[in-house]
């Protein structure tokens, strides 16, 4: 017997117009026997058309996408659109309210507890209903992500490489819709539980991103999620207009680049964080690209990080003090 | 009976060439009962000549000062000053190795508790360290801030509105030698418990910074960091060599500007901030400069903040969730 | 092969007269590497007949249970009875040490998580050992629930609308045995892990009870816990003499009610509650019952909450904070 | 020199009108650098006459005052009175907002704090506001309380014992206005740092009360706060229209009580408690009045408490667990 | 389809020489969005021969291990082996570095958690790369082990009773090289997810050991355990030279014992602990070994607790405070 | 005016016989709005004589003081005393119940806070109240502590050098008398707070004790303590009998030996210790006498400790995990 998900939602995915609403999952814990964890989902239908599913703040510390999400809730005119707009702008709600990563009430990572258990704690309760009830009505998913509190990212849209050619090349197109700076080509090795594995799964496109980060946001950072958002819904036949290309705004075309395994610098040496190089510098392998001073005896060398392949930060630790183990940087290559 | 530190020091502030070490303030906690807390001091000097005290990470997350300071201490070759330099990089070290603005030994702001207690908690025995054995040895004293991980600044030098001109006119002085990008007048008006009121208080000359922020660093505002605190060494005449002007590096020079009460911009409400305008952006008296949005109801209209003068956005929340109270901006006006 | 339980008993479930001792569930933790978290148990027993298996403290805020089945174990002569009583007064008894309605050791809600699990956390081995090594003894369970630190209800005993009609039929005249002020039918949708789903899909008697509740207890519903545990046990045979009825008390029959789907209210908005109605009176759909008000901003119009039915007010959020999801109400109608 | 208070407010204290605002007290924290805590203040004012300070909420977990005063600040016309009011309806704003008797951010009591400290941690700041900055503008201060999470009282209003006999008798007949079921003449021996010792040392009519408790609220309490309040602005002539009195609303008049030292009794042993007599009910000095049950050992017999005095119970214990030390009950006589 | 695990090695298996590494456990947090948990290990290989691993610190508060493994891995030559010594020195390596018995990462104790979850947690995650990677490398398994921050023991090594009488037999020969003062015969009847388990469910050879305890070491255990590991190298054929002997060092012999069931005393009552025989000392079945004095009431009388053999005391409490539940003393016999 | 403390006591110092009670501080939080933190307090008088206050769990971890004197208190017989006991065998509780040496409700360190303060928090109320009201009652204190859980002594009775020559004979004479393995004089340079420079400055005998560690006790700690305990009694004239010499036990004769400043080690690394000599064993100035291991980098060479004097190692640190900052190791030299 499939055990049925625990999650009600006060909106009706049936329904023409705008509804504005939540999922609620029931959460029974000690300052609240009978309560429940909100998380906010709007749905914006006219008609027949296709089904986008927006998602922001699966990492709870990613702003980009809340606030892109909220104002596009706001602002998106149904009488505008041609079929159906679900939007989940803090998609892990708790952990968005809290300013985490994970979520404060179970300690779980959103992304990585797909396709989740109705029967499970409250995150894993929310993934399910995400991946159950949610995800067969999409054509396709945008997945907003920024570095979150501990990284910073150039922004960049990106696409996996998939087995499935033909979704990996419309994956592709609609990743260059949204029409980022840079558009990046990654093979991921550790996706069990993401989003983005469960969509691509299915068969669906799935445009992901990573926009900024620091835990905080930009007026540029937001301006191109909203735009790259519209253009999706554009992309897609879901929106009117045509999309704002980069051309239009007088801007550089996307710059396409990949990231393979010798992409990524961790660290050693738990200290205090000196970055050599700056986002979007160009570095060359074995070039000296961080440096990690001791906590204790801050007249003792400090330990000297490399680049691992030639390329351009794309990616960096946010925190100026790091753990054995944490990201330093991340280069890409130009495609 | 004047009660004495309960600090000691490895270090002898009357030898010459360069030495690391630490303060001992005694701490007997429940995982050590004879323990000390532990602040990294450097004493580098040579012969005779004015004495400059230099401070970083008296708030505990703020970066520039601390990585600035250290390789200071590695760099300096004692041959090459006249005089004495003390360094300690991380004035409230608890706080710097835990990352967080107030000791996370006793909850205090390091700033706000001058001229400290000599039978205190650890940040206030230090406080009373510093006010008592080595401000007297200082001719001069530069605290190096940032925004830390809730603020950002666009770099800026400063110095008090104070009642003796003619030290307030020896402060901007050095502060023009540590050839800020921008040199500030500040009129504070809660000014209790600080470093910086101790020092004006006995007469000596104090130059503040805030350089960036946010709980990270860049190559330029570590760059400006190193560049000033030698400039303000050579300055007062410790260091050899001529300061190294912005002119020289082909830079603007420092831009005058000062800030007054209607400079600030707080929050009446709570939920995530989107910032309408970016640092060292002009605005104008009125004009909207933040939207805070309510988490709990994404189809709620945000409310709205103003900028209170004309000016230019010098300084504002990191963060993207704000509290009631919170600081949004800060506006200064060319001087 | 099945895993057996880790947990042993110091009692012997086959000894005739009163044995008061303990669960132990294996618990190694930092502070004891060979630990052991206790939970006591009583079993008394005279000769052949039924089995009835209390349990109070299911969740460890609620406190007529813990009291009232305490209260039991020490005044209840196996002289008088016939069959078998096994008593668990403090079922979750980390958490009723704690005063927490989830334990303090695993974060487990006991009622999520039957049938439990030989390997798990310390609640989910308890819940395996009830429900593999007492349920099987058992002919019949009552399990005395109150309003815990977060809600009240108006004293009720209750009985879940059943597919096995002859079973709820048994159950129904149990819960009247009880002889509570209320006898409540409850059609539960969400019922995945409690024990009450257990004890029905092994084809026995559960009688549940809400009485009162916000972490405290008066002589009252004491007394209720008391006199309907008794007249249970006398009901069932175990005990000699007569129930106690309300009529021989002086009192009102038992009121029968039902609570549907549009019973509850719950609240969109966190903050200030103030309840518009007391427990027990009348309501009528559409009736403003509670007002929210916004801390913040005490100027502030409150959010306004609304019966959705017809009926009586027979449980209420306890607490004065309330967060966006929480409980409000519940109203039943007479059947 | 005298420190000046670092609180600001946002309410001109001379204007007419109703304004609603706060006062901003600094509060850098991790979170915050140049944070504040926002305490709610009202003034409602109408041309010349008596000033009356009405606070709730000086225990965060105690709800009539807070929501009887939000009421009031909503409702109160200032066309209809004479004079000033002043309310703070969360005196300790931050401890309402979590829900606990101290405040979340320095652990303080903010009855045990006045005359507070301008430099101190935030409690103790704002003590020193309302100390140095409020009560010179007030004539008479009603200071809501009620039992809180841990305790629950009879309804009372409070005036102490005075050596000031003719402040006392003006206290008195203020008290009497509230029109409380009870009034309580209370000798208090430990009474250093409440808000009540500085308003009478001051000279000034204080009028205190304990309505309910256990962290709850009813239709009830709530009303007797409002009326209560309401009479007290009219005995003091600041509201127009006669007092609403108990005679003209049905109710017995005012109880006269007295409370000596013999009227509590607390708990030596930690455990679980069960009251034997309910609020209200007559005792006689030796009646066993409660049990505490060992929350190891169920079988043991319980601890047996006693009235030290006879009288009638109008105060207790409202949590069921207890610690040694623990308040259990207070009984007072009819004066 | 197997899930393979998410852990990466920087330390290659095949290699001759020594290599000193991490395992890297991907560890996604609020504080490190793409960090991972470090894990030492050592790889010391010279040709063929038999494999041994050999971990120390599967509870993070036990130090004769990870101090004794750190010392071999920086003084093994790997000229001098034939085969293969891989290390773990702190396997559950979060754990060991605060001090605790189990990880604070996830509360997961290691040694109840084999064979482990690729996909769970971090201790699992490493539970299930020691299970999958590991163990099918090794011939034998050495698990270094003490009393923890609350027990003490007088130093044994163990071997379990195996119903494969071989293995069995080789396991005694391997714990008796390793020369301990007391070797022990355990029969453990709550063996589901230990290492012990799964390396005999294996087929392999395991030695654990109890070395004294109390979150200390001295120079004796740190002493007993190089020496036994060092024996064991060379009992198996990797460490060139002849097992040191207790007799050589002029030692008594191996001490054999037996403990069965009734070797344990666990405590009823909480509170403050008074042993009444040492470590080592004779005792008789029904003789009192140990008090527990009530805390809250020092007048009262303690509790008494008695021996249930006769034996040896041959491990105690460590800690002073005791809950229900815990364990008292273990008490062996000679064999 | 001075302020009386808020204290009350259950006993009557004044009465004949025994009786064991408690002194209760008001302690209103948020679990309890007029509770009390509770010490117990033992007076066992007949008739006049000297009065002698005793004194255990000053700190909380340290139980060779709270077990003697708990059965001192309910051992000694007052027809065999002639004047007054004092005992307050957990004088800082809630920090004993803890097992932390500071308390958990004010995080402070008793003997750090000493004369007190009678407005400060519980653990200052209580020190206020033991210098103001039991200090000026005593002819003598014997203050019993141990190493706490992180460290380990030698047993040793300490006295300090004192001005007063007069006292610091007869405080040495009193030391004798408790019988101490180790007699040791001690130069303490940082007094300030604690319960010894009180006892002194009111010009009265104080006798000392470190007996043992590791937040565990043994039968031979124990001992000591009762025997010192009854000796110093007796030394006083408080209980009949001679003392209990060490010859009448067979032991070797009191060792008298100096600590001066260079006894103590502390460490400069933080990571993981491996002393390198034992409790007693002769060291001489220059010998290593411990390791530090560094937990990232078990391949890295351990920063080593020397000793500063030659003598005999009497105390070390008991943990095995190490700050900077932390005691290592004291030496003694023979007198």
């Given at each position: 017997?499939?055990?049925?998900?625990r999650?009600?939602?006060?909106?009706?995915y049936e329904?023409?117009?705008?509804?504005?609403?939540?999922?609620?999952?029931?959460?029974?814990?000690?300052?609240?026997?009978w309560g429940?964890?909100?998380?906010?989902?709007?749905?914006?239908?006219?008609?027949?058309?296709?089904?986008m599913l927006?998602?922001g703040?699966?990492?709870?510390d990613?702003?980009e996408g809340?606030?892109?999400?909220?104002?596009?809730?706001?602002?998106?005119?149904p009488a505008?659109?041609q079929?159906?707009v679900?939007?989940?702008p803090?998609?892990?709600?708790?952990?968005?309210?809290a300013g985490?990563?994970?979520?404060p009430?179970?300690?779980v990572?959103?992304?990585r507890?797909?396709?989740g258990?109705?029967?499970?704690?409250?995150?894993?309760?929310?993934?399910?209903?995400?991946?159950?009830r949610l995800?067969?009505l999409?054509d396709?998913?945008?997945?907003?992500?920024?570095?979150?509190?501990?990284m910073f990212?150039?922004?960049?849209?990106?696409v996996?490489?998939?087995?499935?050619?033909a979704?990996?090349?419309?994956?592709?197109?609609?990743?260059?819709a949204?029409?980022?700076?840079i558009?990046?080509?990654?093979r991921?090795l550790?996706?069990a539980?993401t989003?983005?594995?469960?969509?691509?799964k299915a068969?669906?496109?799935l445009?992901?991103?990573e926009l900024?980060?620091g835990?905080t946001?930009?007026t540029a950072?937001?301006?191109?999620?909203?735009?790259?958002?519209r253009n999706l819904?554009?992309h897609?036949?879901?929106?009117d207009g045509?999309?704002?290309?980069?051309a239009?705004?007088?801007?550089?075309?996307?710059?396409?680049?990949?990231?393979?395994?010798?992409?990524?610098?961790?660290?050693?040496?738990?200290g205090?964080l000196?970055?050599l190089?700056?986002l979007?510098?160009?570095?060359s392998?074995?070039?000296p690209?961080?440096r990690?001073?001791?906590?204790?005896?801050?007249?003792a060398?400090?330990?000297l990080?490399?680049?691992?392949?030639?390329?351009?930060?794309?990616g960096r630790s946010?925190?100026a003090?790091?753990?054995?183990?944490?990201?330093?940087?991340m280069i890409?290559r130009d495609?």
């Amino acid at each position: 017997m499939t055990q049925h998900s625990r999650i009600t939602a006060s909106v009706d995915y049936e329904k023409n117009g705008k509804q504005v609403g939540y999922l609620s999952a029931p959460h029974s814990h000690n300052l609240s026997g009978w309560g429940a964890a909100r998380f906010p989902i709007a749905v914006i239908r006219n008609g027949s058309g296709p089904t986008m599913l927006l998602t922001g703040g699966n990492h709870g510390d990613e702003y980009e996408g809340p606030i892109a999400l909220t104002k596009l809730i706001q602002a998106l005119d149904p009488a505008r659109i041609q079929g159906r707009v679900i939007v989940m702008p803090f998609l892990n709600a708790p952990a968005v309210a809290a300013g985490t990563r994970v979520s404060p009430i179970d300690g779980v990572n959103m992304n990585r507890t797909f396709p989740g258990d109705p029967l499970g704690t409250v995150t894993r309760m929310v993934a399910h209903y995400v991946h159950s009830r949610l995800l067969p009505l999409a054509d396709a998913v945008a997945d907003i992500h920024s570095g979150g509190k501990s990284m910073f990212f150039s922004p960049f849209a990106a696409v996996h490489e998939l087995d499935d050619k033909a979704l990996m090349e419309k994956s592709r197109r609609a990743m260059l819709a949204f029409d980022p700076p840079i558009g990046l080509l990654v093979r991921e090795l550790d996706v069990a539980g993401t989003l983005d594995t469960e969509v691509e799964k299915a068969g669906k496109v799935l445009v992901t991103t990573e926009l900024g980060g620091g835990g905080t946001t930009s007026t540029a950072t937001i301006g191109l999620a909203e735009r790259g958002v519209r253009n999706l819904l554009r992309h897609f036949g879901v929106l009117d207009g045509a999309p704002e290309t980069r051309a239009s705004l007088g801007l550089k075309p996307t710059r396409l680049m990949v990231a393979k395994e010798d992409a990524y610098v961790a660290t050693d040496h738990s200290g205090l964080l000196e970055m050599l190089v700056d986002l979007d510098a160009p570095v060359s392998a074995g070039q000296p690209i961080a440096r990690v001073y001791d906590l204790e005896h801050p007249g003792a060398a400090p330990a000297l990080y490399h680049a691992r392949s030639d390329g351009f930060l794309i990616g960096r630790s946010h925190g100026a003090l790091v753990a054995a183990g944490d990201f330093l940087a991340m280069i890409a290559r130009d495609a």
